[in-house]
């Protein structure tokens, strides 16, 4: 376009070229918009659906809802393991007006410490403003009472319950029940090793320990979900959609609280342990380990002091001594000898030795002492039984050889972990010469079989692998697995009861080789010499047992030597193994007590509390004493 | 005023107190979308409403008291404004008071005032101006003194650092010289030379949030809970609106806050997901309604100033539509540009409606002069 200047400025011409470039900016404009409706079209159609998903995303969150715990009863229904609320106070940051004044009110209305003052102005800093900060944890209820009688004057404070495990009866089922803690870092990866991580997205705690660790899964249950619709702060603004948890199933224990409490009372200082069974189920009557400790510390986080004084406490109060406790079984194994020298052939029902108190090898200097200096002369197998010859047994190993013992106890369970339903056991053990070997590099001598034949010389056995064998034997042959669960407790008030466990059962060849033994141990506590016959005098009832005394064993093989204690320390262990009714058994016992002499005048008295306590007013037909132990 | 005075049998009314009916009736029904949208987009807040309804209240006080004075008035004002606010401009950069990081305010004591704001009427007036003493189409050494009155005021602003006020004053003086009838040829040459400043704006101008906006742009996903946020929060307020929207107040983008800015520069994520496509589309034609209005009024101008002016003004505001849609849905970098008349906020709208008073200024004064 090329003009020459002009003086008078041609109007038409200018106005019709604005007209011109206008027009062509409007359609610019026009295909400008155009390119932004096409734009939004694409966002808006073409890719709806992915942004409807994206858009969803944001705002739609699932949260798992923890389900409630299974709560624990004994056999008549007492609840030994509780869910209860605890109480915590928490702060709501964005609902306080003045931080500072309501602390310090709050400080005259109850005892805030020091520490939690500085534990809450730390999250205070990393907490999003509408999320509730703890400030006090585990209220009394007298604390929740006063708040909440002037809550009205404590804006964007509240009082937060939460479920926690409480146990009632505190240290009388510790090594029974165990307990539950949070869920810390180890037990998160094994949770997803077991992919159960989203089980327990919600859960806070797990159980650690004891049947709240064996039975976690039976008593957890199952998460649940609920949609919720959150901001972008992630503050729930209402709930969609909710798909609710399944509790965890409450269960029935074999447990009877008042015999565990009996069991409790009668040890009193004294360390050992306690283990009553259902003779014809394997059901766990009682279990007790002493000492014990309050498992309550434990679920809320037990403080480093109290905790270090359990874990360096000489009476290890954190061991099970029921199952974990090894102990030289001495002569409480003198009757599974006894069948397996029967059965094998290498004695019989007449065979007697004399016993003048020692015993000695050919060409080998050692001598081998009764428990009784001038021992017991003429000595059969009953006989040997009632007063608990050593060296009649001293023989018999010898006769028997380590290999059969070794094979014939294992088959009792010796050696090998019962299958009681506890993480917490030992399997303790049985000698052998494979083992001797690969142990100690040493070959089995000849020396180590004879005190094998009174329960010592590297044999050690927990409690409850004694009353699993007391049961076998009793059961004749039958073997039952100790539980202590019994079933589940249902809604209609009838426990629905797990099936009983059993293992392979020990062949029997000759039922009365077993009657030979039972009858000796009936005479342990009824016969003119029987070892446990003070213990058991006068009893309304028939039993049957056998005494142990151990030498110089503890629980504890790294304690260190302390002069002060020593000399209580080397006592004899004192152990009792026993069952009763005669006739009919219902029920064994296993009494072991550390450091607190013969077996007879210790461990048997105690077992003859528990049997009282469990047959109190019941009334049994009486029946002549001597008569039975003619037999 | 009272809507029944907006019919077409009243115009001569309005065309005494010298208000163009039809852009009032474009300007007033935006102005009540864009109330209808800060309802839902300020979370229901009505201290914010208020504040805005005054705000436009104000707006369009200003607007008819501009629209009062004649063409001329502002023809002769065109220096004098440009050159202050032009001196302005200088004293912001040596004294201004910082505010989110940039410098923009200048506080004369009585009253905190943005300089920018005045150049965004004083470049195309001066541009009009000067361009229109000559005639049309300008010489290309008018052209050129047309373009330096344009680049140190952008310079200058784009220093505070305002990337979209300086952008939309760039536009309006250079709106004002294409419609004066700039030749094609000079076009493309200057669009090439504003190419080759691209690079020369990248390294030596731009601050380097400003670059990061400008990447974040081109990928917004790279970081997207960072500064890729803003705009991917939108796309998905944008996107899951789909054709009929979640409905007024269902907006869960916006009303559960994942959208940032929400009651202001991206009001319209909140309106597109909650009105649709079919919303969009109906505003869109508001937009292109009142820009149509626009350019009738500047085309049916008596001088060549006004139409100009004019011109620029409408088409400034297009600048303004075009760039904030563009921003919000990822079609443009996210530079700081208000939706016209539905965010937000206050200054810029005084601006925009003086822009308007003025346009309506031109549109009703003609008669009287050739009278």
């Known amino acids: 376009m090329h003009r020459k200047r002009q003086a008078i400025r041609d109007h038409t011409a200018e106005a019709n070229l604005f007209a011109r470039r206008a027009t062509i900016a409007f359609i610019i404009v026009t295909a400008m918009l155009g390119i932004v409706l096409n734009n939004l079209y694409s966002l808006q159609v073409t890719q709806h659906d992915d942004y409807q998903t994206r858009s969803n995303g944001n705002r739609i969150k699932v949260l798992p809802v923890a389900p409630n715990r299974g709560l624990i009863y004994d056999r008549n229904g007492v609840l030994l393991a509780e869910n209860r609320p605890v109480f915590s106070l928490e702060v709501i940051p964005e609902k306080v007006d003045d931080i500072e004044d309501t602390l310090a009110r709050l400080t005259s209305l109850m005892a805030i410490t020091e520490e939690e003052l500085t534990r809450f102005e730390s999250n205070l800093k990393g907490t999003r403003r509408f999320k509730p900060v703890v400030l006090r944890t585990e209220l009394s209820e007298k604390e929740v009472a006063t708040f909440s009688a002037s809550k009205h004057k404590f804006k964007g404070v509240q009082i937060e319950a939460r479920l926690a495990r409480h146990y009632p009866y505190k240290e009388t089922l510790t090594h029974v029940l165990g307990y539950v803690a949070r869920i810390n870092k180890r037990d998160l990866q094994k949770l997803v090793e077991a992919g159960q991580e989203d089980n327990y997205a919600a859960t806070y705690d797990i159980g650690k320990l004891g049947i709240e660790k064996y039975h976690e899964e039976t008593l957890h249950g199952t998460v649940g979900y609920q949609q919720v619709e959150v901001n972008n702060q992630g503050r729930i603004i209402r709930v969609l959609n909710v798909d609710p948890p399944t509790p965890g199933k409450d269960i029935v224990l074999n447990i009877d609280l008042s015999l565990q409490q009996e069991a409790q009372r009668i040890l009193e200082d004294t360390r050992g342990a306690v283990v009553i069974t259902e003779v014809k189920t394997g059901g766990v009557l009682a279990l007790y380990s002493n000492p014990s400790y309050d498992p ?197 008030g009838v426990d629905d009861l797990i099936p009983l466990k059993t293992s392979r059962p020990i062949q029997i060849n000759d039922p009365k080789n077993l009657d030979i033994v039972l009858n000796a141990m009936h005479d342990v506590v009824h016969g003119e010499e029987g070892t446990a016959r003070f213990a058991f005098a006068d009893t309304p009832y028939e039993s049957a047992g056998k005494t142990g005394t151990a030498q110089l064993f503890t629980v504890a093989q790294d304690e260190k030597y302390d002069e002060d204690e020593v000399d209580e320390r080397l006592r004899d262990n004192a152990l009792y193994v026993g069952f009763a009714p005669f006739d009919n058994p219902e029920i064994s016992i296993t009494v072991v007590l550390e450091n607190a002499g013969g077996g007879s005048s210790n461990a048997a008295p105690v077992a003859r509390k528990l049997m009282d306590f469990y047959f109190r007013g019941r009334t049994f037909e009486t029946v002549n004493v001597d008569s039975e132990s003619e037999e | 005023m009272k809507r029944t005075a907006i019919t077409p049998d009243k115009i001569s009314f309005l065309q005494r107190v010298h208000i163009d009916g039809w852009l009032l009736l474009g300007l007033l029904v935006l102005s009540g979308v864009g109330l209808v949208t800060l309802y839902s987009a300020s979370g229901q807040d009505m201290g914010q409403m208020q504040r805005q309804f005054t705000r436009l209240a104000v707006s369009f006080v200003v607007m008819a008291v501009l629209a009062q004075l004649p063409p001329g008035f502002y023809r002769r004002l065109s220096p004098i404004a440009f050159v202050g606010g032009l001196l302005m401009l200088v004293a912001v950069l040596l004294f201004g008071d910082m505010g989110k990081g940039a410098q923009r305010w200048l506080d004369l004591g009585f009253i905190r005032f943005q300089p920018s704001e005045l150049m965004k009427l004083a470049v195309p007036m001066m541009v009009a101006w000067y361009i229109s003493k000559f005639t049309l189409p300008p010489r290309t050494h008018h052209i050129a003194l047309g373009f330096i009155m344009v680049v140190v005021p952008t310079v200058l602003i784009a220093k505070q650092p305002d990337l979209g006020t300086s952008l939309l004053i760039a536009s309006s003086g250079v709106f004002a010289i294409f419609l004066a009838g700039m030749s094609w040829k000079l076009i493309s040459l200057v669009g090439a030379l504003v190419g080759a400043f691209a690079p020369i704006m990248w390294f030596f101008l731009m601050k380097d949030y400003q670059k990061q906006r400008v990447l974040t742009f081109l990928n917004p996903e790279s970081d997207p809970l960072g500064s890729g946020y803003h705009i991917i929060q939108s796309q998905i307020a944008i996107g899951s609106g789909g054709v009929d929207g979640k409905g007024w107040l269902q907006g869960t983008q916006s009303q559960l806050e994942f959208l940032p800015e929400r009651h202001t520069d991206f009001i319209f994520s909140v309106f597109s997901e909650e009105f649709g496509l079919t919303g969009v589309i109906v505003l869109l034609a508001i937009y292109l309604y009142i820009i149509m209005r626009g350019l009738i009024i500047s085309s049916r101008a008596q001088d060549a100033f006004s139409k100009l002016l004019g011109g620029s003004i409408t088409l400034t505001f297009f600048v303004y539509v075009f760039v904030n849609m563009g921003m919000v849905s990822g079609l443009l970098p996210v530079v700081g540009v208000p939706l016209p008349l539905v965010s937000y906020g206050g200054t810029s709208m005084v601006t925009l409606m003086a822009g308007f008073g003025i346009l309506m200024s031109i549109a009703t004064q003609k008669r009287l002069i050739s009278r």
């Open chain 1, 296 to 492: 309550n510390l434990f679920v809320h986080g037990i403080s480093s002091k109290n905790y270090s004084a359990l874990l360096n406490s000489p009476d290890r109060p954190l061991i099970n001594r029921a199952t974990q406790g090894q102990y030289s079984p001495a002569s409480t194994v003198k009757p599974h000898l006894a069948l397996l020298g029967l059965e094998d052939g290498v004695v019989t029902e007449d065979y007697s030795i004399k016993d003048n108190g020692r015993y000695r090898l050919p060409n080998v200097s050692h001598v081998w002492r009764d428990w009784k200096r001038w021992g017991h002369g003429e000595v059969d197998i009953a006989k040997a039984i009632e007063v608990s010859c050593d060296i009649y047994y001293y023989d018999l190993a010898y006769n028997l050889g380590i290999d059969k013992i070794s094979e014939a106890m294992q088959e009792f369970g010796f050696g090998d972990y019962t299958g009681i339903d506890l993480y917490e056991e030992s399997n303790a053990n049985m000698p052998s010469r494979g083992w001797k070997r690969a142990r100690f590099n040493q070959p089995w001598y000849i020396g180590d079989t004879i005190p094998v034949g009174i329960g010592q010389s590297f044999w050690t056995a927990t409690p409850i692998q004694l009353t699993h064998s007391i049961n076998t034997l009793v059961n004749r042959g039958e073997r039952y697995i100790p539980q202590i669960i019994r079933g589940y407790k249902e809604s209609n």
